[in-house]
């Protein structure tokens, strides 16, 4: 392992600095491309690296981009990256990573898993809750101060009045929303900006598993949007999950 003047050292010390998790496909890949594009190094987090060739071959056509082996349910995990990157200032912590809970069967009425819940939450709603608690100074020490929290259509009540094939995964992305707000109240004074942003319909292996047949994005668009979006979140956003359009979605 990099001690943390190795780890800051095989960075650019004058770009800005992104920790993303969820890297290694779909969205998480994207802004991973999308962020090394315009020049920031990228500290780029997914489960299994052994197994994530494309994010794998972005490393080896860009130095700036580096990969760490993270599952944001292990706790141990989150510290040692934590520990790993101590005194390297992060611009942007992109809380990405989430799961939609298979088999989706065991998530409806009649057959609900209390396992599968679990493990959702631990994913979506913890994970990210803790990462941003583990990497706090990180983000206060850096420019732009910014922690994002990747949020979905699905955690509204007011869209999805009549939906209910992912109680899991619907419940978790509420949750998601009313701790990153709260973590919003509890970080302002320090000049941290804590923002919810949803990807839109991307064309995703989530998006099969949902069924959904209508338009969606590529994920190149959708990180693209995502891009200028957090680029230009100030300490005065309102802190209310936003779509990838820019518009406010309704709670």
């Known amino acids: 392992a990099l001690s943390p003047l190795q780890a800051a050292k095989v960075q650019d010390p004058a770009s800005q600095t992104i920790l993303l998790t969820g890297s290694n496909r779909g969205v998480g890949l994207a802004l991973a491309e999308e962020y090394a594009a315009k020049g920031w190094n990228v500290i780029a987090t997914c489960r299994t690296p052994s197994k994530a060739k494309e994010l794998q071959a972005l490393a080896a056509a860009n130095p700036k981009v580096l990969i760490e082996k ?16 101590r005194g390297v200032p992060v611009d942007v912590l992109f809380n990405n990573a989430g799961w939609i809970g298979e088999p989706v069967s065991h998530q409806q009425f009649g057959d609900l898993d209390q396992e599968l819940f679990v493990e959702v939450m631990k ?5 990210p809750l803790k990462l941003s608690e583990a990497f706090v100074e990180n983000i206060a020490a850096s420019q732009q101060k910014k922690i994002i929290g990747m ?11 009549r939906m209910s094939r ?24 320090r000049g941290i900006i804590v923002a919810i942003l949803a990807p839109g319909m991307v064309d995703t292996d989530m998006l099969v ?9 590529t994920p190149a668009a959708s990180a693209a949007a995502l891009y200028k979006l957090v680029a230009a979140l100030t300490i005065d956003d309102k802190g209310l999950p936003v779509n990838v359009d820019g518009k406010t979605i309704p709670w």
Do not use: W
């Not at 994913?123 to 994970?127: D, E, L, Q, R």
């Not at 992912?166 to 929303?177: E, P, R, T």
């Open 70 to 85: 993270l599952d944001v349910t292990d706790l141990k995990e989150i510290s040692e990256l934590a520990e790993k990157y």
């Open 209 to 217: 598993v949902s069924g959904y047949k209508g338009e969606k994005l």
């Open 123 to 127: 994913t979506n709603v913890f994970g």
């Open 151 to 161: 949020t979905s259509g699905l955690g509204s009540l007011t869209i999805m009045a």
């Open 166 to 189: 992912f109680y899991f995964y619907q419940m978790s992305k509420s949750a998601l929303n009313m701790g990153m707000r709260a973590m919003r109240n509890d970080l302002q004074g």
